[in-house]
């Protein structure tokens, strides 16, 4: 690994400007100094202090604006010089080469004097400058030596001459760098190693950067790592240089051709130890690290706008990304997190985010260990419920440098306005959330935990302080997969405007208890009855006896009164997994509730099921009815053409004819049990007519065709 051409940093990721405050005893050159920079020549006449002078951010090598201030003891005042203090990002402290008077000052006033202004955690970097290094024919380096050990926030020593511009831009460089790239956070001179909290950042960056969880970055990781934090990718020879230092120093730095952790490690104390900090500070920086080795706000919060009524998802390339990182963790490859494989997903993160009731939210396996899709079905959640804790726990897993996406933001989806969908009948969303509303102990766990595949016995042995107020899982709706999203509501007399708001309502009452329907019945009236949400109700320990309801009417005949569907038996006491057809409704209402769907079997995705719900629909009865009469009103003008051609003593086939028109209008409007349409036009008797049924017959299955068809487009259109 070296150090390229660092990439641009976002604005969030380092300071603004640099503040560079000289200080020093009278006489040593201050002024000298900045001037012999900006007009790149020494002075002939030296004003007392120089103006505050400004940098561009694009004549500096760091691109970021310095303000370089002069500090003049004959013109300010000791309190101007504290307030200048304040307000630096770096203070060098000028002394002549040639004056041990200035030498000793160094320690003596101006060192104590600024940390007396400054933390103790957050001093400020000094930089020692010998000025009038012309003058002399030796070095102070070895006066100088024994301070930098004493202090640690002298960051260099540097010794230059205003006259001759020896090293006037490279001070002003170090001054900057110490700024930007500080040694303090970063390394700790006296023990010679660095700092535990940028060892612990590095290794979330190496956990990262090993994509394939082996414990080493082999040659494509670290070319990816090379290129996503210097731009530049390492040669195959630079490759073997970086592998060979470290292999000359530690052992175990190399394993498998991959550099290890601790060889990882040793690279970066080997930047630092040589003075370049900015290759650990450029790597840092990119992970999303502020000056204090804490990941910035800006990293881990991108800027994200909801608008109200919409929801958030997550988008076909974070799931992608989620996939890599089960696969990466499942190490034992049976599709499945045990705890020491979650545990080491999340070694990034600086808590454990998930807690026991999410084995109870999601699918698991018989162990409990939360299966791939259990896995991605939190994370579903948790981006439906708080996307900004999700957008958080994406920063950790490095999701935008993996990813090469400006921000974790891009992972996200915002669904549009609700409305938007009732009033084009057709949704776009991929969530859709449950409110489980009953009394206390009417079943409303059981439902819940169905919905992940979990039978009454599974279910008694969750422990209380495990259980969850969530249940999440996928279920096809007419073959497209979608997440249904169950809340269980704890009971009240009134629910907030919060637990009101969802895609469908999920009402449960128990069948064993007389009174639990009341309560339905009541949140019904007060809350939904005139909403747009629909409404399912659910008869709860199906397998229990039924007893009758202390209410005014029966579930049935509340449902039928209220235009819903009839009550749904349920029962969790099965000894293979609940039945998923409430689930199923639950999500076909969500998605469609502008419709009233009346499913003809118990799965309501099957293609007959759509053909019957639009058969049943209130357009085609509609259509239906027309045709038939125009049909009838056909049949009827050729029966009196007939009967215009008949003989008068052929009386007795004019009324099996007539006899045959009324049996086809009593099975068109009466519902008649004589069979088919037009089957019954076999009484009439004369060749004619059997040409006419079949014409008839053939105009029947055109229109039969044309509904069929037209269902499976609207079926295709809505799976688009």
Sequence with gaps: MRAGRARPLRAVDMKKDVRILLVGEPRVGK???????????????????AEEITIPADVTPERVPTHIVDYSEAEQSDEQLHQEISQANVICIVYAVNNKHSIDKVTSRWIPLINERTDKDSRLPLILVGNKSDLVEYSSMETILPIMNQYTEIETCVECSAKNLKNISELFYYAQKAVLHPTGPLYCPEEKEMKPACIKALTRIFKISDQDND???????????????????????????????????????????????????????LFIQRGRHETTWTVLRRFGYDDDLDLTPEYLFPLLKIPSDCTTELNHHAYLFLQSTFDKHDLDRDCALSPDELKDLFKVFPYIPWGPDVNNTVCTNERGWITYQGFLSQWTLTTYLDVQRCLEYLGYLGYSILTEQESQASAITITRDKKIDLQKKQTQRNVFRCNVIGMKNCGKSGVLQALLGRNLMRQKKIRDDHKSYYAINTVYVYGQEKYLLLHDISESEFLTEAEIICDVVCLVYDVSNPKSFEYCA??????????????????????????????????????RKHKMPPPQAFTCNTADAPSKDIFVKLTTMAMYPHARLRCMCTCNRCTFCICQNFLNSDLLQSVKNKIFTAVLNRLRARVAEWGALLLVDDEGSVIHQVHAVSVVEDSIFMGSSHGPLFLEARHVTQADLKSSTFWLRASFGATVFAVLGFAMYKALLKQR
């Design 31 to 49: 002024t000298s100094l900045i001037m012999s920079l900006v007009s790149e020549e020494f002075p002939e006449e030296v004003p007392p202090r």
């Design 215 to 269: 414990g080493t970055l082999n040659d494509a990781e670290l070319n990816f790592f090379q290129r996503i934090c210097f731009n530049t990718p390492l040669a195959p020879q630079a490759l073997e240089d970086v592998k060979n230092v470290v292999r000359k120093h530690i052992s175990d730095g190399v394993a498998d051709s991959g550099l290890t952790l601790k060889g990882f490690l040793f690279l970066h104390t």
């Design 522 to 559: 009541r949140i019904f009236k007060q809350h939904f009855m005139d909403s747009r949400i629909p409404c399912l109700i659910i008869a709860a320990k199906s397998d229990l006896h039924e007893v009758k309801q202390e209410y005014s009417i029966s579930p049935t005949d509340f449902c």
